[in-house]
């Protein structure tokens, strides 16, 4: 089946939509705010294309893809949703540009069970209860272009043979740290600005760290300096 929206507002009701087995959506301009469970869910390899809309204020997650799925959002406001702004899990997949990923009740981003997401430049990813976390085998890239900052967790965290490909990023201010490594995960660094974090820069727990270019981590005298945590063989 496919379906195309274009100046609709789906408003309070179970869920806002549901794309399931190899269907196709496209939505533009296009509201789904106050539904009492997600705004979308995309699954078993369905495809979900979401330009120019807001999905806010809904009780569950913004965006889901699930099941061999796919979901690409652009220039779009995800935000105050009660789970995740847009979740990737079960080999789901996502991808994301100049979106504005706000104040969400979990991660603004979350990658798990084998799924994969990459962030193509101009996203700003605040305010949520972590920035990206990375779980079980995914893959998440993200770009100069995109900015973490002020999440309730760390900025970004890999975990559970998981990797994250981090390219010039803008990582500040979020409680925690700005990047945490742990469970046998990798992250390679091609250059990054990681300031004013509350814990480290860069935290290894068990896993690896491969830097390409240097990251820059704030200054003493700016009183913006993050560090590196002990690598603990990382390297």
Not at 106 to 130: E, F, R
Not at 174 to 203: K, P, R, W
Request: charged content about 10%; hydrophobic content about 25%.
């Amino acid at each position: 089946s496919s379906l195309e929206c274009t100046n609709v507002a789906i408003d309070n009701n179970s869920s806002g939509l549901r794309i399931r087995y190899n269907s196709y959506i496209y939505c533009q301009n296009t509201y789904i705010t106050n539904n009492s469970g997600a705004g979308v869910t995309v699954s078993y390899g369905s495809t979900g294309l979401f330009g120019y809309c807001e999905i806010k204020n809904n009780n569950g997650n913004g965006i889901t893809s699930n099941h061999s799925a796919s979901v690409a959002a652009w220039n779009s406001k995800i935000s105050n949703n009660g789970g995740t702004g847009i979740q990737a899990w079960m080999g789901g997949c996502m991808t994301s540009e100049v979106n504005e990923i706000k104040s969400n009740g979990g991660p603004g981003i979350d990658i798990t069970g084998n799924s994969s997401g990459a962030l193509y430049g101009n996203n700003s990813i605040t305010d949520n209860k972590g920035g990206i976390t990375i779980y079980h085998n995914s893959y998440c890239i993200t770009n100069a272009t995109d900015n973490i900052f002020q999440n309730q967790g760390p900025g970004i965290m890999a975990s559970n043979n998981s990797a994250a490909d981090i390219n010039g990023t803008t990582i500040n201010n979020n409680i925690g740290d700005g990047v945490l490594v742990q469970g046998e995960a990798t992250s390679s660094f091609n250059g990054a600005m990681i300031h004013s974090n509350s814990g480290y820069g860069v935290n290894c727990q068990g896993g690896k760290l491969y830097q390409n270019q240097p990251i820059d981590f704030g200054s003493e005298s700016a009183g913006t300096l993050n560090t590196l945590g002990d690598i603990n063989g990382c390297y």
